[in-house]
């Protein structure tokens, strides 16, 4: 069994930072991409960050310049450094992982953790 656990969220003013970390963990082979996305209420769930096993990165519009994403490839864990925090970065927050497992294969988007609340108050 596969489990990615989310930690990090919060609460913070306007402007304020906060740094998630997502953790990776069981009968892993490999991980390929990893990626934050974000749902807030009654919207849909959007990419906001995505990385490669190699470091590539790519941001949503919305974040960049203020989002960083990283990844530990040794503990099987990537981040999130959140900078520059707006209310509207008000969301819960979760990761995916393009994984290869003993027990099967899981592309970007169909294996994720439970989340972790974000919230930015102006």
């Known amino acids: 069994q596969v489990q990615l656990v989310e930690s990090g969220g919060g609460s913070v003013q306007a402007g304020g930072s906060l740094k998630l970390s997502c953790a990776a963990s069981?009968?892993?082979?490999?991980?390929?991409?990893m990626a934050w996305y974000r749902q807030a209420p009654g919207m849909q769930r959007e990419l906001v960050a995505g990385?490669?096993?190699?470091?590539?990165?790519n941001y949503a519009d919305s974040v960049k310049g203020r989002f960083t994403i990283s990844r530990d490839n040794a503990k099987n864990t990537v981040f999130l450094q959140m900078n520059s925090l707006k209310p509207e970065d008000t969301a819960v927050y979760y990761c995916?992982?393009?994984?290869?497992?003993?027990?099967?294969?899981?592309?970007?988007?169909?294996?994720w953790g439970q989340g972790t609340q974000v919230t930015v108050s102006s």
């Open positions: 995916s992982a393009d994984l290869r497992t003993y027990g099967g294969r899981w592309s970007l988007g169909e294996y």
């Open positions: 069981g009968s892993i082979i490999s991980i390929g991409t």
């Open positions: 990385i490669t096993s190699g470091g590539g990165t």
